[in-house]
């Protein structure tokens, strides 16, 4: 989670079931908002799916990776929902500029 670059803050506690309990605050549109989650071990990678929240209807993100030639191959998905009426053709270019931030960082840590 640290490789987001909107990220401000995140408290994370193991579960009994293997998961990990996540507390998130990260820089919105235009203000701080935050979320709890349960990330859980997935194939090929996990899945965060939100509990509760005051900020958004709906947040998960799911990774993924698998090999391919001689490095691998990374998969993100995300879904956002908002609490507040923001127009999705404003919050898709946030996610994904975001996104695009913590490839690069996850290349430039995996190339140097």
């Not at 995140?10 to 935050?34: F, Y």
């Amino acid at each position: 989670m640290s490789l987001g670059k909107d990220i401000r803050s995140v408290k994370t506690k193991p579960l009994p079931n293997g998961c990990t309990h996540l507390e998130v605050v990260n820089e919105g549109l235009t203000r701080t908002m935050s979320y709890t989650a349960e990330r859980c071990l997935v194939e090929n990678g996990w899945h965060s799916k939100m509990l509760e929240s005051p900020d958004f209807e709906d947040h998960q993100i799911i990774w993924t990776t698998v090999p391919e030639g001689e490095g691998s191959r990374v998969t993100i998905r995300v879904k956002v929902s908002l609490r507040m009426p923001v127009p999705r053709f404003m919050v898709t270019p946030f996610v994904g500029a975001a996104l695009e931030e913590t490839l690069l960082k996850m290349d430039s840590l995996l190339s140097g």
